[in-house]
């Protein structure tokens, strides 16, 4: 998978968590898997279509999840992801996929998303898509959030 595709996905997690005061993000491991599959607690996949498709998805554990939604809710505690956390972390998705979209679009090509969907639970494995998928972990003051990304160019 060509870099053009991975790079806006982890400049608009820099840019939108920015947004929420949150500073100090830098990129961690990154992995090719020949699927793209999740075990972390809790993953919001958003699917594209268009000239590019296929699926992102984050995921976080419920620690991070928490921080973050916290951060967004501008410094409110949040306790327990709740059916609101949920919510703000799928706006959040949201938001940094249409925020790389933006960028990716600059480049002539036509992509949209899909709603994210949240898959929430402790000791979860999950298969998302049998599409060859780049991991890429994106380390915040507030835990890491690892980006997969399986698109079929």
Partial sequence: MDV????PFLEAVKII???FGIQDIRRGNIVKKESMHVDMDITSVIGLIGDVRGNIAYSLSQETAKAITSAMMMGMPVT??????????????NMITGRALGILNSTNL???ITPPSIIFGND???IISSVQTITVDMLTPMGKIEINIGLEV
């Fill in 17 to 19: 968590l920015g947004e």
């Fill in 124 to 126: 979860i494995y999950f």
């Fill in 110 to 112: 036509f992509i949209d």
């Fill in 80 to 93: 327990q992801m709740d059916a609101l956390a949920r919510s703000a972390i799928g706006e959040l998705t």
């Fill in 4 to 7: 053009k595709y991975i790079n």
